[in-house]
């Protein structure tokens, strides 16, 4: 049982049929996908030398564009202490350079929450929480905050966190994935949004 159906636990089964498959991730067998992004957009300019630093750890980049072609890979793996994590792995394809938005998944079932270490190694931590929507899309919020420097953890105030939305669901006309994500400050407004559609590939 992947850490996504056993946290929803019976409201997994009213995500859409090509999520649930999606979202099942057996060990050993990765969910690979690929597509274009129709829009990827920053905030303001004075962002940008915070996001080309976060390159360095493979979280968040300074680059916009339309159709910029992606792709996804999310593997299923055990940890020394038995718990499952799923790697997510995001790649860009701008122009000139490729990047990554990377990310490691654990579930803390006292709490009802994912959490999501960003970043590779990581900078970021955040709680998330999964929800599905009334049409079987899945849907993604987060919660409290820590920024991660070696072994030092500290809470990230409130008003400076990035409030997290994403959305993802399934378009059976197009049978594509759509996906849709927004990264915003309380006082800077928005520091990074993109949306676009996947296909599932098969090695």
Do not use: C
């Amino acid at each position: 049982m992947s850490i996504y159906r056993e946290l929803l636990g019976e409201d997994f089964q009213r995500l859409h049929p090509k999520l649930q498959q999606r979202y099942t991730f057996p060990e050993g067998k990765p969910f690979l996908g690929s597509g274009t992004m129709t829009r990827i957009e920053n905030g303001g300019f004075w962002l940008k030398p915070f996001l080309a630093f976060a390159t360095r750890w493979k979280f968040l980049f300074p680059e916009e564009g339309v159709d910029v072609p992606f792709t996804i890979k999310n593997t299923s793996r055990m940890l020394p202490g038995g718990e499952t994590e799923i790697y997510w792995e995001r790649t860009f394809y701008f122009k000139r350079k490729a990047r990554h938005f990377n990310a490691f998944m654990t579930m803390d079932a006292e709490r009802g929450v994912v959490k999501d270490y960003l970043g590779e190694p990581s900078l970021f931590y955040s709680d998330l929480k999964f929800e599905v929507t009334s049409d079987g899309r899945m849907r993604i919020r987060s919660g409290s905050q820590r920024v991660i420097i070696g072994k030092f953890e500290s809470t990230v105030p409130r008003l400076l966190e990035g409030v997290v939305t994403v959305e993802e669901g399934y378009d059976d006309a197009r049978e594509v994935y759509t996906i849709h994500v927004d990264i915003r400050n309380r006082l800077a407004g928005r520091l990074m949004s993109y949306q676009g559609e996947f296909t599932e590939q098969t090695l």
